[in-house]
């Protein structure tokens, strides 16, 4: 059982791999500043560096934070049920190609077995939850105040570095270093979603974990990232060299504090919240908000929690039922 429960952690490690990789280097690839290869090479090798080096408050978070590390102990089913329902939203993104935050998926799917088994540690999930709000916000805010800055007159110069061919390589450098750093703050991150309930269950320890997990997430990006970088919305490749750093930089910055403080953040939010904010600055911000179908995006980043909380409270309650 222990074999199978770690292998399915990894195997939801490689779908982290494969879900951000095109968030990490996809602008690199786009502009033509890194082969396919190349990019997910370095993705593979930041991702396990960021899991290792700095993967580890999240993975405390939720493996004995949200909720106590008893209650995955005490009843054997409740690790499987827990990644049933992180598998099953990975399924769905993948299936339907839409954006969902699985990371939101996985840590209410943990808040609601302390939930059910109330041993929820309410201070702590409450932390996560402003942060959830706040990021996303100040992600946006920072990047709109940017992208002020580049349409500005005093700018004006720099909108067009992208096509200068003497400062070329150097933003290709650039550039290639924000991916990196995004790969880097995204292990970090998103390490403590596949292998916390292994933790937790006591199936594995955290430095093990900590590996084996940043592996997988590497395997993904290695099997998986080629096709994501292909099929990706290929937006933040095609807003120029200047503005792709600067988005990189900014959610890197949030998703390495947030893990540093042991939050877990969703990639694919605190990206799209940069990108609306850089559009908001262009183009307006109704026109950007109708652009990227705000209201839709919005609407998705509170349902899916919400699905998650009542799917995994339900299975509690059956299997409570059936194995009673």
């Not at 503005?243 to 930089?249: G, M, Q, S, Y």
């Not at 339900?314 to 039922?321: C, D, K, T």
């Amino acid at each position: 059982m222990t074999f199978l429960t770690v292998l399915i952690a990894i195997f939801l490690a490689m779908n982290v791999g494969a879900n951000n990789a095109a968030a990490e280097m996809e602008a690199a690839y786009r502009t033509g500043v890194r082969t396919k290869k190349e990019a997910v090479a370095l993705i593979a090798i930041f991702v396990i560096l960021g899991a290792i080096i700095s993967g580890l408050p999240v993975l405390k978070t939720l493996s004995d934070g949200v909720v106590p590390a008893r209650t995955f102990k005490s009843v054997f089913y409740v690790v499987f049920v827990v990644m049933a329902v992180a598998a099953a939203f990975d399924f769905v993104s993948s299936l339907f190609k839409v954006s969902i935050p699985t990371s939101y998926a996985i840590v209410s799917s943990i808040a609601a077995t302390g939930i059910y088994f109330e041993t929820l540690n309410t201070e702590r999930f409450v932390d996560v939850l402003e942060w959830w709000f706040i990021s996303p916000i100040a992600v946006f805010g920072i990047a709109f105040f940017a992208g002020r800055i580049l349409v500005s007159k005093p700018a004006g110069y720099f909108r067009y570095l992208k096509d200068e061919d003497r400062i070329k390589g150097f933003l290709g450098a650039l550039l290639t270093f924000s991916g990196c750093f995004v790969a880097f703050a995204g292990g970090a991150n998103g390490i403590g979603k596949a292998m916390a309930p292994v933790v937790a269950a006591g199936f594995a320890g955290r430095e093990w974990s900590l590996l084996l997990g940043g592996l997988g997430i590497a395997a993904g990006a290695l099997i998986f990232g080629k096709s994501a970088l292909e099929k990706g919305e290929k937006e933040i490749g095609e807003i120029g060299l200047v503005r792709a750093i600067i988005i990189e930089l900014i959610c890197a910055a949030a998703l390495l504090t947030a893990s540093m403080n042991g939050i877990p953040l969703s990639v694919s939010v605190t990206v799209t919240s940069g990108l609306i904010g850089l559009r908001c600055a262009d183009m307006g911000i109704i026109q950007s908000l109708k652009q990227h179908h705000f209201i839709k995006i919005a609407l998705i980043w509170v349902v899916v929690p919400f699905l998650s909380s009542m799917l995994t409270y339900s299975l509690l309650r059956i299997l409570g039922v059936v194995l009673k």
